[in-house]
């Protein structure tokens, strides 16, 4: 174990929260996922807004939100860590489990799932510049699209509408139309929404590639994960009761809670961070 090794002040229990973070408001999709899945275990989320989007930024930089993020959690009693996010998974989720020795759940772009699932063999991939750079995605690629032919697209802006709860605006739809039609141009019968944000405008997404165009993420897949985790770690809630769900946000916009509540579903304490 490194000299840098942070260990949780206490040994995590089964009845402890899981903590769930993004660099915004996009990781609440995973979240829903996981609280369908597991609606007896706390939840407790950290939306990094005034950071978002991650996607620009140096893995320095998002690697030290991420270890801001995770001391945060943990310091609320943590058991697990999901980074719901598949930037900050991709820059930062090694050096993390290198630092923390509780359990880390991370994101990747759905690449094998959507080959499997392409009739054509092209498949497209929307995500943000810093997943797309990342040498996690080209490993990916290496791995999985081998044998499938696959056409990328960078979607600046498109996370900062979501954050701003614009999921039918024009100007949400216009960058849509603009992202998509390259992937359609190629053929792409299959696309990854490859930022946990995109599955909030998968009826935009629609509205432009048609139904016959397949949309594909990860968040049940990361639900699932997480389970068999907890089960492994014997840290899974054994309770009747439903879990609370408690969200933080450092977004300064007066509609922040408001973003957070259509994103959810449902009325959400939410705190400041």
Known sequence: MSAQTIISSEIPVATNPIGVFDSGVGGISVLRHIHALLPQEQLFYVADSQYA????????????????????????????????????TAAAIDVMREKYSLPIIGMEPAVKPAADASKNGIIG?????????????????????????VVTQACVGLVECIERGELTEKNTKDLIQEYCTPLLAEGADTIVLGCTHYPFVRALILDVVGHDVALVDTGAAVANQLKNRLVEKGLLSTSNQPGNVIFWTNNIAMNATQVIEMLWGAHAEVNVL
Do not use: H
């Open 53 to 88: 989007p991650y996607g620009n930024k140096t893995d320095v930089e998002i690697q030290a939100r991420c270890f801001a993020i995770a001391d945060f959690l943990i310091a609320k009693g943590a058991k697990v860590l999901v980074v719901a996010c598949n930037t900050a």
């Open 125 to 149: 991939i929307l995500a943000t510049v810093g997943t797309l750079k990342s040498a996690q995605f080209a490993a990916l690629l290496e791995s999985y699209g081998r044998n499938v032919e």
